[in-house]
C-alpha cells in the first residue's frame, strides 16, 4: 500500500466531542442535578447542623477553588471570608497567596580543572492565579521547586567554570601578587 493510497490521518488528536458520546453526557448531567437537588434537600432538613459542615471560613491570604461535580463552579476563586460548600458534591481546594520561600540544595558541578564547585540557592515565589494553580499543575509548589533545581542545575551546565575555577582564581591572584610585591617573580 502506499502513501497516496492513505487517505485517513495517521494522528487524531482527541476532542472532548469524541471522548463521550452525547447521550451518556445527558445522563450525566441529569444525575448531577438529581445529586443535587437531593444535598439540598438533605441541607435544608438538616439545617441548623448541616450548617457546621456546609460554611467554611477561608482566611485573608487563602484563595478556595470550588468544583461542582468535577467541573469549575462559576465565578472563580472564592475567598477570604465565609463560603458554602454543599457537602455531597462539592470538592475545594485552599490555595495560599502568600510568598513561600525554598531553600534549593546545592548542586555540585565539575570545573574544567578537576575542582568540585557546589551552588546552593534560594526561591521566592507566590500563587498569583489560584485557579491556573489547580487546574494546570497537580501540585504547583512541588512542580516549582524541581523547577528552581533544573533551572540552577542548567544554568551551571552552561558556565564555563575555566576561568573561574578556584585555582585558576588563586594562581592569577598569586601572580598579581607576586607582579607588585616581588618585582616580577611568579609561581
Known amino acids: 500500500m502506499s502513501s497516496k493510497e492513505r487517505t485517513e490521518p495517521q494522528w487524531v488528536t482527541p ?5 463521550v458520546p452525547p447521550d451518556y453526557e445527558t445522563i450525566g448531567t ?3 442535578y438529581a445529586l443535587m ?5 438533605l441541607i435544608i432538613v438538616t ?5 457546621c459542615v456546609c460554611l467554611k471560613v ?15 463552579v462559576f465565578g472563580g476563586a472564592r475567598g477570604p471570608g465565609m463560603i458554602f460548600i454543599i457537602p455531597c458534591i462539592d470538592t475545594y481546594r485552599k490555595i ?4 513561600v520561600s525554598y531553600a534549593v540544595p546545592p548542586q555540585e558541578i565539575l570545573s574544567k580543572d578537576s575542582v568540585t564547585v557546589s551552588v546552593d540557592a534560594v ?10 494553580s489547580v487546574n494546570n ?6 512542580s516549582t521547586k524541581l523547577l528552581a533545581q533544573t533551572t540552577l542545575r542548567n544554568a551551571l551546565g552552561k558556565m564555563i567554570f575555566a576561568h573561574y575555577s578556584p585555582i585558576n582564581f588563586l594562581r592569577e591572584e598569586e601572580d598579581q601578587y607576586y607582579q607588585r610585591e616581588k618585582g616580577g617573580y611568579s609561581i
Open 15 to 19: 476532542s472532548s466531542n469524541q471522548d
Open 30 to 32: 441529569i444525575f448531577g
Open 37 to 41: 437537588v437531593l444535598s439540598w434537600v
Open 47 to 51: 439545617f441548623p447542623f448541616s450548617m
Open 58 to 72: 477561608i482566611k485573608e491570604y487563602e484563595r478556595v477553588v470550588i468544583f461542582r461535580i468535577g467541573r469549575l
Open 96 to 99: 495560599d497567596l502568600r510568598v
Open 123 to 132: 526561591v521566592y515565589f507566590r500563587t498569583s492565579d489560584p485557579i491556573a
Open 137 to 142: 499543575v497537580d501540585d504547583a509548589i512541588y
